[in-house]
C-alpha cells in the first residue's frame, strides 16, 4: 500500500512540475539547506517569463533566491544612453517577489557585457574621466534606484583583479583609475541604502588575487564605505581549484567582515583547451570533437567524479555554513547552461545539479544528507 501511495505522489508530483528527489527523501535543497544560507540559481528569460515551466517550476520548488544570468547586466538593461530596457529585470523581480525568493542584482560595473556606449562619445573617441563618472552615476542610480527596497543586494564590481592581483586594464581603470571601484559602492549606497553591496570576482582560491580582494575591502571599509559581501565566483572543474585554497579563502574573507557568498557555482566536466584559464569571456576556441567528448552522456567514472566534486564543495559549505550567506548555481538545467558554449561553443556539457530531463541528478540527495545532520 504505502508503495502504492509513493508512486501516486510521485505521478502527482510530476503533473504538477515538481520533480520529487526519490521515495527516501522528499525534501527539497531550500527545505534543508536554506536553514542555513540561502540557495540560489541564476535565471535566464525564458524561465523568469515561464516560457519553460518546467524549468521555471524547478527554481520554484528548490530555490529560494534568484540571480539575473544577464538581463540586468549592462548591455541588456541599459542599451542606449538615453534609454533603458526595463522589461526583463522587472519580470525577474516580481518572479521573485510571487514566488518569496531573494533577488541578487547582477552587475553595476563590469568590463564585459557593459553598455556598448558607455566608454566612447558620438564620434567614437575615448570619453573623459569625468564624463565616464557621470555616466556610472546615472547607470546605477537609475537601476538601484529602481529596484529600492525590493533587491536583497547587488554585485557592484565584477571581475576587476587579474589573478596576479593587479588590477584588471578595464576601461573603467584606464579612464578613472582605481578610485572607480570606490565611487561604485559610493552611487549603489546613495540609490538604496538598505541594499547589501558586494564584489564579486573568479578564480579566488589564488592567494595574490584573495589577498587583493581582501585588501580594498579593508580599505573601502575602514574608508566608510558600505561593503556587504565576497561574491566568489566558483566555476569548477573536476581538477580544479585547489579545494584547500578555496578553503582558506572563505575564512580570509569572513576574517574581513563581510559576509562569504558562492555566487556562480557550476562543475565543468570537458577537457581544456590549451591555455584556457578562469572565467574570463573573451576566451573563445575553435571546436574540436576531442573537446566534446560526451555528446551522448556522461560515462560512469566521470559520472562518479563529477558527483564526487560536488559532494567535496558542499562538506566544504557545510563546515563554514556560519561564514557563507549564499549558495548560487549558475544556471537550472544542463540543457541551458553557458558551459555548453564557454570557451568552446557547440559543446554539450553537463555542469549543474539539474539534467537535461528537468530531474534532479543523485548528487543532490546525496548534498541534502550532508546537511541534515
Request: net charge negative; aromatic share 12%; with cysteine.
Amino acid at each position: 500500500m504505502r508503495r502504492n501511495i509513493i508512486f501516486f505522489l510521485a505521478c502527482m508530483l510530476a503533473v504538477a512540475g515538481v520533480s520529487p528527489l526519490s521515495a527516501k527523501n522528499n525534501k527539497t535543497l531550500k527545505d534543508v539547506l536554506g536553514k542555513y544560507f540561502l540557495i540560489g540559481t541564476a535565471m535566464n528569460v525564458d524561465q523568469i517569463w515561464e516560457r519553460n515551466a518546467d524549468e521555471a517550476n524547478i527554481v520554484k520548488n528548490n530555490f529560494n533566491a534568484v540571480v539575473a544570468e544577464n538581463c540586468m547586466k549592462g548591455e541588456e538593461i541599459h542599451p542606449e544612453e538615453n534609454r533603458f530596457f526595463w522589461d526583463d529585470a522587472d519580470r525577474l523581480v516580481k518572479f521573485a517577489e510571487d514566488n518569496g525568493l531573494a533577488v541578487t542584482g547582477h552587475c553595476l560595473v563590469w568590463h564585459s557585457q557593459a553598455p556598448v556606449w558607455m566608454f566612447t562619445d558620438e564620434r567614437g573617441d575615448t570619453v573623459s574621466r569625468d564624463v565616464l563618472i557621470d555616466r556610472i552615476h546615472r547607470h546605477i542610480s537609475e537601476v538601484v534606484g529602481r529596484y529600492k527596497g525590493r533587491i536583497l543586494g547587488w554585485d557592484v564590481v565584477n571581475e576587476i583583479f587579474n589573478d596576479d592581483g593587479t588590477f584588471r586594464e578595464s576601461p573603467y581603470y584606464r579612464i578613472i583609475g582605481p578610485e572607480f571601484v570606490e565611487l561604485a559602492f559610493k552611487f549603489a549606497h546613495e540609490a538604496d541604502p538598505d541594499a547589501e553591496l558586494y564584489i564579486n570576482d573568479y578564480s579566488l582560491s589564488y592567494p595574490a588575487k584573495r589577498d587583493a580582494v581582501c585588501r580594498i575591502v579593508r580599505k573601502l571599509k575602514s574608508e566608510g564605505y558600505r561593503v556587504d559581501g565576497i561574491g566568489m565566483q566558483s566555476h569548477n572543474g573536476l581538477d580544479y581549484p585547489d579545494m584547500a585554497e578555496y578553503e582558506k579563502s572563505i575564512d580570509a574573507f569572513a576574517a574581513c567582515g563581510v559576509k562569504v557568498m558562492v555566487t556562480e557555482l557550476d562543475v565543468n566536466v570537458l577537457p581544456n583547451p590549451k591555455k584556457f584559464g578562469g572565467a574570463d569571456i573573451n576566451q573563445n576556441f575553435k571546436y574540436a570533437d576531442i573537446l566534446n567528448p560526451y555528446k551522448n552522456g556522461l560515462p560512469k567514472d566521470v559520472e562518479k567524479q563529477f558527483e564526487q566534486r560536488y559532494l567535496d564543495l558542499f562538506k566544504i559549505y557545510y563546515r563554514h555554513r556560519g561564514q557563507i550567506s549564499r549558495v548560487t548555481l549558475w544556471g537550472v538545467t544542463d540543457t541551458k547552461s553557458w558551459l555548453n558554449d564557454f570557451p568552446v561553443p557547440g559543446r554539450v556539457n553537463y555542469p549543474l545539479l539539474f539534467g537535461r530531463d528537468n530531474k534532479p541528478k543523485p548528487v543532490v540527495d546525496k548534498i541534502i544528507e550532508i546537511f541534515k545532520k
